[in-house]
């Protein structure tokens, strides 16, 4: 199912908007439209990712977390060693 859309008007240099225009006209992307999405979607996908890290980072500092990390690391240790060893042979 398609996502709802928003028309909303955003001001871009004029040399880089005619870049797009021209990409577009010579197949790099299928639409300005297109290419501006594609852009958006990957600047806030770079947020959120370093968010994660930053939250991650967080985690480390909190012992709880920590405890409960090792003691999963120790749970599955057997077992990713099987794998590993598995994929030696």
Request: without cysteine; negative net charge; glycine residues 2%.
């Amino acid at each position: 199912m398609a996502q709802p859309v928003k028309n909303y008007t955003f001001s871009l240099p004029i040399d880089l908007l005619n870049k797009l225009k021209r990409y577009s006209s010579e197949g790099h992307v299928s639409s300005v439209n297109a290419a501006v999405k594609e852009a958006i979607e990957s600047y806030v996908k770079n947020i959120e990712k370093q968010k994660l890290y930053e939250e991650m980072k967080a985690a480390t500092q909190d012992p709880m977390f920590m405890a409960d990390l090792n003691e999963a690391i120790d749970d599955f240790s057997y077992s990713d060693f099987e794998v590993t060893k598995e994929l030696e042979d």
